[in-house]
């Protein structure tokens, strides 16, 4: 009777498939406005009645909007005429106002229409306001230098967007930029670009109210912005040699990278803010508007209508160089090798990537002169991205060891000052001023008021009480010049970790202290620190290992310890930025945390101290959609101090019993597996943990030795871990990142989970 059931629903299944009639293609539009240029014309005199008077250009907003466009025309299907572009001087208020009246007057109803923007993002003073501050908050145009052009506050905003959701257009905006500034702080100043300008001096006098178009009820619109209103936007770059991005965008490059153009906007958005926390960075993005578009794709484009295949047009043929639209934007590599849609025969092979939408190849496979007609070409291995795993910055200075412990001396005094409130744990303090040695001076940060840079007369116990006011105080002894020199030394050779000049391009920094015992000591910690941060992915600071003499011994164990440290934590920045194969084949399934006492699927909240969980998993609604290649599957989790644990198979078993799907009784694949024998105790500390899952069409070889390793904040000295060939984070000496070309023939999955209290 079981088997009779079963083909019926088969049949009934493929009649079904027979009858049903294709997705209508929506028509898409898109306005991409990148502003890096705020500064008036060299020459140009400007009235000092305007509503600015400092306009501080950014670097990447521009190369966000083209890498924006890239991703909408390989991901999404959008055509180039249907995209309007506006970039520094030309996009001015009039010019963006009018952009938004075009889009919206040329997306017909049901459309899907796209609103980028990134730029400084301010506020405008609004005496007659609702809101308690007096503030509308704004995006800024290029030409807010010039008297009489005011921003383009967000109850404009709010109104345009309204005439898209009556009209019934699929709105989708997306804002790299932030609204107000803070400070974000660490043990040192960070001068990296925020995307914040200081407000305009008008007064709107605006008393309307307007309905925000994401409270709207069946609205279709989606809005998703980079960071709380509290909050700068960051910008970043991976690698000194690719251009500037804003954080968030580049972490949305990334992970569209990572994942099909059919993945769930809420997935997608966990996970830009888990490659947001890798990045360094403390900002926490927004999302907002219709709960009905969280479960569709990025645009709201149904998924049917989306390839999860991305061809490259060629651009030219000059001589033996082959020119590709293809670059950063879309994960391409040197070493890439592509083949022909049209002619399989011709295959080229990836030389240079010269920018975020193009690069250059050579034949390796076919005639060159039938390039144009073969392609467009489809990427048909995995090549990793040559960018440093982790950056650090060791600050500079000419420092004698008796000069950093006659520092430590008068350290080990203000540890027992009840005029400070002394700390050397960044896991139980935020620092409220730091104390910092550059160039033979004294350097104070007070977070709170602000003061940064402030130069203190003398290292003592009264000048630091008179500057820090009982407030929590960290003091960063300097590190001597012998440890800094042995330490660039030892680093240059492996290019998974780079040394930076540039505090703001740092994950972590060198930091001195004084241990327990007020020995001195050394570690790393994150360049930005905030403790309010849950979703932090990365460990905030590793131990310190103590300096014990001026000795070359003492300075060697220490340099090792360092070492050490900084590979375990490129280990972890790269799983969690780790971009798989594009081509890495169907395989529908999803990791999924759920609470085993309610069975609800565990969210962005997280779980608290003492519930009871399930590790699974699931299938996609699309998992019955073509056949699934059965693949070994290996799961581990890394916690926020760096601990790494396998927890699927079992060491003892090894790659014998992992192979997924499994069937059922029926012949289909399973929709589901656990991973826990019995559900597990959420447990200390708290942060977010990181679960990864990959499944791999050949076995790993010991996975028990590649996906275990202890935390950053133990031992001083640990067994080196060495990673297999296919995923070689780095652990050998003068590693270059990961291994060369791979085949795409595996997957990687990610599950963020926030603990707390």
Request: with cysteine; net charge positive.
């Amino acid at each position: 009777m079981k088997k009779t059931f079963t083909l019926l629903t088969a049949l009934l299944a493929n009649f079904t498939l027979l009858i049903a009639q294709p997705a209508q293609e929506p028509v898409k539009k898109a306005l991409l406005i990148g502003i890096d240029t705020y500064n008036p014309p060299k020459g140009v005199k400007v009235s000092n009645a305007s509503g600015r008077l400092e306009w501080p250009d950014l670097s990447g907003c521009k190369n966000d909007a083209l890498a924006m466009k890239d991703i909408i025309t390989t991901k999404f299907g959008f055509n180039a005429k249907d995209i309007s572009e506006l970039y520094d001087a030309k996009a001015t208020r009039a010019a963006i106002l009018k952009g938004m009246e075009d889009l919206l007057a040329n997306t017909p109803e049901n459309g899907v229409a796209l609103i980028y923007y990134a730029g400084h993002g301010s506020y405008i003073t609004n005496s007659l306001s609702a809101e308690g501050d007096g503030y509308d908050e704004s995006m800024v145009p290029a030409d807010t230098w010039k008297e009489g052009v005011p921003d383009i506050r967000d109850k404009e905003i709010a109104r345009m967007f309204n005439r898209f959701v009556d009209k019934n257009i699929k709105l989708t905006a997306i804002f790299d930029c932030c609204h107000s500034g803070s400070i974000a702080r660490g043990i040192l100043p960070d001068p990296g670009k925020s995307r914040f300008i200081a407000g305009n001096n008008y007064d709107v006098k605006d008393s309307s109210r307007v309905t925000p178009p994401e409270t709207r009820p069946n609205s279709k619109y989606l809005i998703i912005s980079a960071a709380q209103d509290n909050e700068p936007a960051k910008e970043h770059r991976l690698d000194n040699k690719q251009p500037a991005h804003g954080a968030f965008t580049l972490a949305l490059m990334e992970v569209l990278k990572q994942q099909s153009a059919k993945t769930s906007v809420q997935n997608i958005f966990n996970s830009v803010r888990a490659m947001i926390k890798a990045f360094g960075k403390t900002q926490e993005p927004v999302l907002a508007g219709d709960p009905s578009r969280f479960n569709e794709t990025l645009l709201g484009i149904e998924k049917g209508l989306l390839s999860d295949k991305i061809y490259f047009p060629v651009l030219d043929v000059q001589g033996t160089k082959v020119f590709l639209q293809a670059g950063y934007a879309a994960g391409i590599n040197p070493g890439n090798e592509l083949t022909g849609k049209n002619d399989t025969t011709v295959k080229i092979k990836i030389t240079k990537v010269s920018g975020l939408a193009q690069s250059e190849a050579i034949v390796i496979s076919g005639d060159i002169a039938n390039v144009k007609k073969a392609g467009p070409f489809e990427v048909t291995n995995w090549v990793s991205s040559q960018v440093p795993l982790l950056k650090i910055y060791v600050p500079e200075g000419n420092y004698t060891y008796e000069d950093v412990v006659k520092q430590a001396s008068v350290n080990s005094e203000l540890r027992k000052s009840s005029g400070v409130k002394w700390f050397n744990d960044f896991k139980a303090h935020e620092p409220d001023v730091t104390i910092n040695f550059a160039g033979g001076k004294v350097i104070g940060n007070d977070f709170i008021t602000p003061s940064l840079n402030t130069s203190l007369k003398e290292f003592s116990i009264n000048e630091v009480q008179k500057f820090a006011g009982n407030k929590n105080l960290f003091v960063n002894l300097s590190a001597p010049k012998k440890l800094t020199d042995a330490i660039k030394l030892k680093f240059t050779e492996y290019k998974t970790i780079q040394l930076v000049s540039n505090p703001a391009e740092a994950q972590y920094i060198l930091y001195g202290t004084i241990n327990d015992d007020n020995t001195i000591a050394y570690g790393l910690v994150k360049a930005n620190i905030s403790l309010k941060d849950s979703l932090e992915s990365m460990p905030i600071n590793t131990r310190a290992f103590p300096l014990a003499g001026n000795t070359d011994a003492a300075y060697k164990a220490i340099i090792d310890s360092l070492f050490d440290i900084s590979l375990k934590l490129s280990k972890i920045r790269g799983w969690l930025t780790l971009t798989p194969p594009q081509e890495a084949g169907f395989f529908p399934y999803r990791l999924v945390m759920r609470n085993a006492t309610s069975k609800t699927e565990v969210d962005s909240n997280g779980v608290k101290i003492g519930d009871k969980l399930d590790l699974s998993i699931e299938a996609t609604e699309d998992y019955l959609d073509r056949p699934i290649e059965k693949k070994y599957i290996y799961v581990f989790t890394i916690d926020i101090n760096g601990k790494m644990q396998l927890i699927y198979p079992n060491v003892a078993e090894g790659s014998v019993q992992n192979k997924f799907p499994l069937n059922t009784e029926e012949g289909l694949p399973r929709k589901k597996m656990n991973f826990f024998n019995r559900p597990a105790t959420a447990s200390l500390p708290v942060g977010t943990d990181n679960y990864f899952l990959i499944a791999s069409k050949e076995p790993i070889q010991e996975p028990g030795r590649l996906f275990n390793q202890d935390g950053v904040r133990g031992v001083a000295r640990g067994n080196k871990s060495s990673l297999s060939a296919l995923l070689d984070m780095g652990n050998e000496s003068k590693a270059r990142g990961l291994s060369t070309a791979t085949p795409t023939n595996w997957n990687l999955l990610r599950l963020a989970v926030k603990t707390t209290h």
